[in-house]
């Protein structure tokens, strides 16, 4: 365990693994509020495919990193992605086009998601997804007009 700012850093592949796999919920929040190393992320990316979901709730995962993962074929991987406010634009535009229909519907719940690409939203294959995306839209309208 390691300092930077004066945050701690997990530094270590096998102290965050452990930290993974331990059922104190102390540790495994660590996993999500301390920052990681790049190491122990490119050690993550590389041999540890299992612990993608980990690395996507950790606070201080670089956007480049999601960016990554928002390409695999997992399904699991992608909707955890799609449910994180860190989410930029590529990321948003990759997953509006998702496959999967619960994806897309995590996409256009996200807070984050950008007016036009919600707006693009409403025309959804998924009839369910479209009057999700209308009513936020409606809402959303509704809310600055009364602001």
């Known amino acids: 365990l390691s300092t930077q700012n004066g945050k701690y850093m997990i530094s270590d592949i096998n102290e965050y693994l452990r930290l993974c796999e331990s059922d104190c919920q102390e540790d495994n929040r660590r996993t999500v509020l301390e920052e990681l190393s790049e190491e122990v992320i490119v050690q993550i990316l590389k041999y540890y495919p299992c612990k993608y979901s980990w690395l996507i709730h950790n606070k201080s995962v670089p956007i480049k990193v999601l960016e990554e993962l928002v390409e695999k074929e997992n ?59 209308q009513s936020l839209l409606n809402h959303k309208v509704t809310k600055n007009v009364i602001s």
């Not at 909707?79 to 998702?98: P, V």
């Not at 999967?100 to 256009?108: E, H, L, N, P, T």
């Not at 693009?120 to 999700?132: L, P, Y």
């Open 75 to 133: 399904e699991d991987i992608r909707f955890t992605i799609a449910m994180k406010k860190k989410c930029n634009r590529y990321i948003f535009e990759r997953l509006i086009c998702d496959k999967s229909d619960s994806i897309r519907f995590a996409v256009v719940r996200n807070n984050k998601l950008p007016r036009d690409l919600l707006i693009k939203m409403t025309e959804d294959s998924n009839v369910e997804i479209a009057k999700e995306a």
